[in-house]
Nanobody, 123 residues
Framework: QVQLVESGGGLVQAGGSLRLSCAAS????????MAWFRQAPGKEREAVAT????????LYADSVKGRFTLSRDNAKNTVTLQMSKLKPEDAAMYYC????????????????WGQGTQVTVSS
């Protein structure tokens, strides 16, 4: 069973930056894809970005393209989401997720989830 632990959330002003990290307890074929999702109050969980273990293939939601960067360290079983130019609409609970191929931006594809880390953006 893959366990995911997120860290790095917090309060930031609009236009600022924040870095989220996710550590996976083990690597299995079920964690070939690692991703970040977010969920704001009253809204559905939405994809932010996903990355394949090889690190070559990374997908981003249109809303974060050019502002967020997802990277992966396979030796440490970690993924890092670097968020910049944050907007109030980026505020949400951010969840790390892991799943098997294919690495798409779909909640249904991911089997393992972290507890989430809160990101608050003040305007």
């Amino acid at each position: 069973q893959v366990q995911l632990v997120e860290s790095g959330g917090g309060l930031v002003q609009a236009g600022g930056s924040l870095r989220l990290s996710c550590a996976a307890s083990i690597y299995t074929p079920d964690s070939v894809c690692m991703a970040w999702f977010r969920q704001a109050p009253g809204k559905e969980r939405e994809a932010v970005a996903t990355i394949y273990r090889g690190g070559i293939s990374t997908l981003y939601a249109d809303s974060v393209k050019g502002r967020f960067t997802l990277s992966r360290d396979n030796a440490k079983n970690t993924v890092t989401l670097q968020m910049s130019k944050l907007k109030p609409e980026d505020a949400a609970m951010y969840y790390c997720a892991a799943g098997p191929m294919p690495c798409y931006l779909s909640v249904a594809l991911y089997k393992h989830w972290g507890q989430g880390t809160q990101v608050t953006v003040s305007s």
